[in-house]
């Protein structure tokens, strides 16, 4: 058993669960009365503009519907009521990559939201449940335009700013987006990096649906203008009225679509409910980072993904928060850049992935004792298992041995938080994601639904439905039902599994134990194998490839590929055909799916029946021994080969 560790219970004193026997309460009464459990919090947390009846609809499981009669609508809960009680409160603190700043309060947010929203309606003619995608740095504009969204009922899909025009073309042409908001550019690491050619580019094929793109100016560079396409956000938003009413919203509309990676096929378009998610949005604000009135909260995630979404944007301003939103990278111009950020803000909660966390202890141990830290409370990890070693250093040294670590697992399907420590309840331990939320019934099982035993590994199930679920995949029920309800049950009905495996140790914490199917998880962002499979196959050269993951010191993992050439003979270089396939990549999906490193192999492990063996071919790349049968392989002979190949390269 793995030591507790013990934060200043002092910090949280009016923590909304203060003990664990105040936790283990709610799970009763949520066990006990699963539909009054989540019916009190949804009559208390949301203004709705007509409240519903009816709690939970299972009829058309798993399609669940929550709170299917109510009226809300989600800017309004995040925005506009905010106005009686906290108008000059600040919401948004921004920050640019050169240090330059601006803050918008709850009122000039409303004005803003609403400026933007009457301009998608008045000059793009965007109504309810018409597809908005943003491709945007991370600016001020890019939480306003995904309000805006939501005001007038549109359904937005954010395009994480690191896709290429390919990536950013197939999400386009799947929601048939009719408008794409974007930005020239932006700033990392003191320079100019660019959006809109990207934009430009994806429009050159396939995207009829889109009539117009709005361009909002950031880093001022030269951009081309195409006359009748694209429109100034800063010239057409001066003319705006401030005031907008909020479009009455059923709790089940579409609040938003983000695309993610599965184990197979195209990514995949995660549809977002509005009453529910934002319901849960903001209980895990309150639960999870215990927010308070005076808190300053800092995720550093970008809001092309679900952790931008769900806390950046939805859920501290749902909760009357204010939350810094950053656009540059944590280790310019020094690794002590957020240290400095959380001295000068003083931070109260500090959100952040492994993969930056290993970063900025590697490149900066020492940084954070330069700096006065003492208002942070609560720190957060998300993404990936993160390891002893990093949680330690994030706990003694960010912390200081006084802050809660909450190591919160969840997913772009699961719209917020399922699994993690309650900073004023839960003792920690390193790299454990401890216990599920009160009304989340997270639990490892066997795929008949029998729980693993106490130590061994099974698959990460949620065995009831929870409002912030996914809704559908846009355009693909059937792969949704697929995807998620198709390999575990319960007595006897299908259940929603993660694609994770998880363990229980005889305390009952729960640890992650990563993916049981073909998705890598790198810097805490999934990448489907399938998708760089198909990358790589447009090479000229390539017969046949398969990716995997292999672990990476500071993204956790990276991607490696097994590559089989049409034509070896003809391969002077190697590293010449590692660059090309790396080329595509980057322009198919983006940078951020790159392979670390290649192996060409005279063939790929594959059974008789042809399917590629690639548990086989992850252990290769980590160097453990074959413990699978080999003799079932098309020709055994060739896992040794492969061997040899990838021994030259550890
Ligand atoms: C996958 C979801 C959730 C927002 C960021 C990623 C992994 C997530 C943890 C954690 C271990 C974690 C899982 C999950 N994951 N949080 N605390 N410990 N693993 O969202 O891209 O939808 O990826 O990230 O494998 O399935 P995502």
Same mark, same amino acid.
């Given at each position: 058993m793995s030591e507790l560790y013990y934060p200043n219970k002092e910090l949280f004193k009016d923590a909304?669960?203060?003990?664990?026997?105040?936790?283990?309460?709610? $799970?009763?009464?949520?066990?006990?009365?699963?539909?009054?459990?989540?019916?009190?919090?949804?009559?208390?947390?949301?203004?709705?503009?007509?409240?519903?009846?009816?709690?939970?609809?299972?009829?058309?499981?798993?399609?669940? /519907?929550?709170?299917?009669?109510?009226?809300?609508? $989600?800017?309004?809960? *995040?925005?506009?009521?905010?106005?009686? &009680?906290?108008? !000059?409160?600040?919401?948004?603190?921004?920050?640019?990559? !050169?240090?330059?700043?601006?803050?918008? &309060?709850?009122?000039?947010?409303?004005?803003?939201?609403?400026?933007?929203? !009457?301009?998608? /309606?008045?000059?793009?003619?965007?109504?309810?449940?018409?597809?908005?995608? @943003?491709?945007?740095?991370? #600016?001020?504009?890019?939480? #306003?335009?995904?309000?805006? *969204?939501?005001? #007038?009922?549109?359904?937005? +899909?954010?395009?994480?700013?690191?896709?290429?025009?390919?990536?950013?073309?197939?999400?386009?042409?799947?929601?048939?987006?009719?408008?794409?908001?974007?930005?020239d550019g932006a700033f990392r690491k003191g320079k100019p990096y660019m959006l809109k050619p990207v934009v430009d580019k994806a429009l050159e094929e396939g995207c009829e649906c889109v009539e117009a793109v709005c361009v909002v100016e950031r880093n001022g560079e030269e951009i081309t203008w195409v006359a009748g396409r694209d429109y100034a956000y800063n010239e057409l938003i001066k003319s705006q009225p401030v005031t907008c009413e909020p479009e009455v919203?059923?709790?089940e509309d579409p609040l938003f679509l983000l695309y993610t990676s599965g184990s197979t096929g195209k990514p995949k378009g995660v549809q977002h409910s509005s009453a529910g998610y934002i319901l849960w949005a903001q209980m895990t604000m309150e639960w999870v980072f215990d927010i308070k009135e005076n808190d300053t909260y800092w995720c550093t995630a970008d809001v092309g993904w679900i952790t931008g979404h769900t806390y950046i944007v939805y859920g501290p301003l749902a909760a009357g928060a204010t939350t810094v939103m950053f656009e540059g990278v944590p280790t310019f111009p020094d690794a002590g850049r957020c240290w400095r950020m959380v001295e000068e803000y003083q931070i109260n909660q500090f959100y952040t992935a492994p993969t930056a966390i290993r970063l900025l202890h590697k490149t900066g141990a020492d940084e954070p004792s330069k700096y006065d830290l003492s208002s942070l409370r609560v720190l957060g990890?998300?993404?990936?298992?993160?390891?002893?070693?990093?949680?330690?250093?994030?706990?003694?040294?960010?912390?200081?041995?006084? *802050? +809660?670590?909450?190591?919160?697992?969840?997913?772009?399907?699961?719209?917020?938080?399922?699994? +993690?420590? @309650?900073?004023?309840?839960?003792?920690?331990?390193?790299? *454990?994601?401890?216990?599920?939320?009160?009304? #989340?019934?997270?639990?490892?099982?066997?795929?008949?639904?029998t729980p693993t035993p106490v130590g061994e590994k099974g698959f990460m199930c949620i065995t009831k439905p929870w409002p912030s679920m996914i809704r559908t995949i846009w355009g693909d029920p059937d792969r949704f039902v697929k995807s998620y309800f198709g390999d575990c049950k319960k007595d006897g009905k299908p259940v929603y599994f993660t694609g994770d495996g998880a363990m229980k140790d005889e305390d009952g914490y729960i640890t992650i134990t990563g993916r049981t199917d073909d998705v890598i998880n790198v810097s805490g962002h999934r990448m489907g194998t399938a998708e760089v499979e198909a990358a790589i196959k447009k090479h000229d050269n390539v017969a046949a490839v398969a990716v995997v993951g292999k672990p990476h010191d500071i993204k956790g993992e990276g991607i490696f590929a097994y590559v089989v050439l049409k034509?070896?003979?003809?391969?002077?270089?190697?590293?010449?055909?590692?660059?090309?396939?790396?080329?595509?990549? /980057?322009?198919?999906?983006?940078?951020?799916?790159?392979?670390?490193?290649?192996?060409?192999?005279?063939?790929?492990?594959?059974?008789?029946?042809?399917?590629?063996?690639?548990?086989? @071919?992850?252990? @290769?790349?980590?160097?453990?021994?074959? &413990?699978q049968d080999t003799s079932t392989l098309e020709d055994p002979s060739i896992v040794t080969k492969i061997e040899e190949i990838v021994q030259c390269k550890c």
């Open positions: 909304a669960i203060k003990s664990m026997d105040e936790y283990w309460d709610l $799970v009763k009464q949520a066990e006990e009365d699963y539909e009054g459990f989540w019916a009190k919090y949804a009559k208390e947390k949301i203004d709705w503009f007509k409240p519903f009846t009816k709690v939970l609809n299972e009829e058309n499981a798993p399609f669940y /519907k929550w709170f299917e009669d109510g009226e809300l609508n $989600v800017a309004y809960q *995040c925005v506009d009521r905010h106005l009686a &009680t906290r108008k !000059n409160k600040a919401a948004i603190l921004f920050e640019g990559d !050169n240090g330059d700043q601006q803050t918008l &309060t709850y009122r000039e947010l409303y004005y803003e939201v609403n400026r933007t929203a !009457n301009m998608f /309606k008045n000059e793009f003619g965007i109504k309810k449940g018409d597809r908005v995608v @943003l491709y945007m740095p991370m #600016i001020p504009e890019a939480a #306003i335009s995904m309000l805006a *969204c939501a005001k #007038i009922g549109a359904i937005h +899909s954010v395009v994480f700013g690191g896709f290429s025009a390919e990536a950013l073309r197939d999400r386009i042409i799947d929601a048939e987006a009719k408008l794409v908001v974007t930005a919203m059923n709790a990890t998300v993404g990936e298992p993160i390891d002893p070693a990093a949680w330690k250093w994030y706990y003694e040294e960010v912390g200081g041995g006084r *802050c +809660s670590i909450v190591d919160t697992y969840w997913q772009t399907e699961t719209g917020g938080h399922m699994i +993690s420590p @309650l900073p004023g309840a839960t003792p920690i331990k390193p790299g *454990c994601a401890t216990f599920p939320l009160p009304g #989340i019934f997270a639990e490892i099982i066997e795929e008949d639904g034509d070896d003979e003809g391969v002077a270089d190697e590293l010449e055909t590692m660059k090309e396939i790396n080329a595509i990549i /980057k322009s198919e999906i983006g940078a951020i799916a790159l392979c670390d490193d290649m192996a060409f192999v005279p063939d790929l492990p594959k059974t008789r029946s042809g399917k590629i063996m690639r548990r086989i @071919l992850r252990s @290769l790349v980590k160097g453990e021994k074959i &413990t």
